[in-house]
């Protein structure tokens, strides 16, 4: 995306109806984010209210009056307050460990709204989840189905189960976010899925109630959706003929959002193309879950972050930022683009220089934008946009770097929503023998 060079009539850059240059200045809603950075210094991740709000409604407004359960994919932004606006909300909630089981269950989440996916659920994570009674395990192998039997058995407890199926579809997005194809650790294959349901049937302390699959992330087509969900209807049907019935099918997140000039999935178009097939087939009955993550924060958020140092070589022109690799580790691990805003903009002619944007950590793939054309100074402060979804989560400590702090904003006012991480935040645990 482009930042019009204009001091002009007020405007949104394109995808980010939330964010908007007023007089030149970037706003988060009714928030000047200069004056955020300013009190709370950056890196600083912001987020809007609104704009979750917004992207939470397009999904109600898609599901009308049908029987569709929304789990929140948590691990794309798993602050208290991003999750207690999802709960305020309504929302159910989509969790891959014990961490996130009790992040959730603090903000007061309804356990009958909470799916447990992931491959590597430990005996105590299965244990916690069985106490407080999730809705259901998203059970990713025959091992781990034993292993929740096992343990239901010793609670005397009935753990409701679901078993993920890998449904071999190309979900056409970056390989380290596809998770439906033949390859990927994820699911059981769909050829062995019958076998495995028979296998639940016969173990003691499960109850089976759904089928689940997630084919991957940023996908931007109905297509490979369609796909999965024709091959989970011929295992439902043959599911029947087995005598196995089944309450509700779920079919992941994955739906995409503008980074760059993505036409963004609406959940919509996806919803109405399933709705149809699911009708045409005689499942109208069935519960249908989502667990989108990235389409409900991802443009709902940016990355504030200075420049310390304009660095002029003969093959490049660097902007060395305040932020790095780990604070924002997408574009290293994904090659992925997220647009430069600055909160002021330029008053003079147009940019002259390509910059790529690098940190401080010590690696050379420690860059968050390659070659834009930009008009850069020292102090300046930026934001990237579309940092909402796998940010601050995937934000680590290297280089003895404290994460950053989060802000929340709501209309003009606005909330640190976690403090910047200290040395003695870093350091705490550690101990001198
Ligand atoms: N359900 C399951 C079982 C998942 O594994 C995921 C994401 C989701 C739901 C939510 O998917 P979403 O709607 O956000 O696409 N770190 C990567 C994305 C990894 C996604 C992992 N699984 C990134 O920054 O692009």
């Given at each position: 995306m482009s930042v019009l060079n204009t001091l002009a009539q007020p405007f949104s850059p394109a995808g980010f109806p939330h964010f908007h240059y007023d007089q030149g200045q970037l706003f988060a809603e009714g928030s000047k984010l200069a004056e955020i950075a300013q009190q709370v210094g950056t890196p600083c991740y912001v987020y809007s209210k609104a704009a979750i709000?917004?992207?939470?409604?397009?999904?109600?407004?898609?599901?009308?009056?049908?029987?569709?359960?929304?789990?929140?994919?948590?691990?794309?932004?798993?602050?208290?307050?991003i999750l207690n606006t999802f709960r305020a909300l309504g929302s159910g909630f989509d969790i891959v460990s014990g961490g996130e089981l009790a992040r959730v269950l603090k903000v007061g989440a309804d356990p009958k709204k909470i799916v447990f996916s992931g491959v590597g659920k430990q005996t105590w994570e299965i244990e916690h989840a069985i106490k407080v009674g999730v809705k259901c395990f998203n059970v990713e192998s025959a091992s781990e189905l034993k292993r929740i039997s096992q343990v239901a058995s010793a609670l005397?407890?009935?753990?409701t189960i679901s078993l993920r199926v890998n449904p071999d579809v190309d979900a056409q997005t970056h390989p380290y976010i596809s998770t439906g194809l033949k390859e990927n650790k994820f699911g059981i294959a769909i050829e062995d899925?019958?076998?495995?349901?028979?296998?639940?049937?016969?173990?003691?302390?499960?109850?089976?109630?759904?089928?689940?699959?997630?084919?991957?992330s940023q996908i931007t087509e109905t297509a490979p959706y369609l796909d999965a969900l024709d091959k989970l209807l011929a295992l439902i049907d043959t599911l029947k003929e087995n005598g196995i019935a089944l309450k509700h099918l779920d079919?992941?997140?994955?739906?995409?959002?503008?980074?760059?000039?993505?036409?963004?999935?609406?959940?919509?178009?996806?919803?109405?193309?399933?709705?149809?097939?699911?009708?045409?087939r005689g499942y109208s009955d069935l519960e249908l879950v989502f667990e989108p993550g990235r389409s409900l924060v991802g443009n709902a958020g940016v990355l504030m972050t200075t420049v310390q140092y304009l660095k002029h070589t003969e093959a490049r022109n660097f902007a060395i930022i305040d932020a790095g690799m780990n604070d924002l580790i997408r574009p290293a691990l994904y090659q992925a683009w997220h647009g430069v805003l600055p909160l002021d903009l330029p008053k003079a002619e147009l940019a002259t220089h390509h910059y790529d944007l690098v940190g401080p950590v010590c690696e050379s793939a420690d860059w968050l934008a390659?070659?834009?054309?930009?008009?850069?100074q020292e102090d300046q402060v930026l934001a990237l946009d579309s940092a909402g979804a796998y940010g601050f989560v995937m934000a680590c400590n290297y280089n003895t770097r404290g994460r950053p702090a989060e802000v929340l904003v709501d209309g003009s006012t606005w909330h640190i929503i976690r403090t910047r991480e200290t040395f003695e935040d870093m350091i705490r645990g550690e101990s001198l023998p």
């Open positions: 709000t917004q992207a939470w409604q397009a999904y109600q407004a898609a599901i009308g009056t049908r029987r569709v359960l929304v789990c929140y994919g948590m691990k794309a932004n798993s602050n208290l307050s005397k407890a009935t753990a899925a019958l076998q495995t349901y028979q296998l639940a049937a016969t173990l003691p302390g499960l109850q089976v109630v759904g089928v689940d699959c997630h084919i991957g079919l992941g997140g994955g739906l995409g959002i503008r980074y760059d000039d993505e036409t963004p999935l609406a959940p919509s178009l996806l919803l109405s193309a399933i709705f149809t097939v699911i009708d045409q390659k070659q834009r054309l930009l008009d850069l």
